[in-house]
């Protein structure tokens, strides 16, 4: 079993940037990339970026250039960092635990999501 608990999310004002963390722990060994997916309302969930264990990334083609993902391996931890914050941002947050699939990857455990609100 994997823990996923991810913090960060809050109020913020169009053009600015927040960070978002998800920290992991339990079997993390099965874990081979974490990824970020996000839910607005009344729009289905999207992955926006994704980071494997050997550092390669991958981000949704709408918010490339605003959004980075790292990870610090010491810690357990992924980050995403979310910059020119825009209204359409709105949404919550998953950080995801991935592991090995036949191709790609697949999805072993989701966070309790974490609520980031842009003002405009």
């Known amino acids: 079993q994997v823990q996923l608990v991810e913090s960060g999310g809050g109020l913020v004002q169009a053009g600015g940037s927040l960070r978002l963390s998800c920290a992991a722990s339990g079997s993390i060994s099965r874990i081979k990339a974490m990824a970020w997916e996000r839910q607005a309302p009344g729009k289905q969930r999207e992955l926006v970026a994704r980071i494997t264990n050997g550092g390669k990334t991958n981000y949704e083609d709408s918010v490339k250039g605003r959004i980075t993902i790292s990870g610090d391996n010491a810690k357990n931890t992924v980050y995403l960092q979310r910059n020119s914050l825009k209204a359409e941002d709105t949404a919550v947050y998953y950080c995801?635990?991935?592991?090995?699939?036949?191709?790609?990857?697949?999805?072993?455990?989701w966070g309790q999501g974490t609520q980031v609100t842009v003002s405009s």
């Open positions: 995801i635990a991935l592991g090995p699939a036949q191709v790609g990857f697949r999805v072993l455990y």
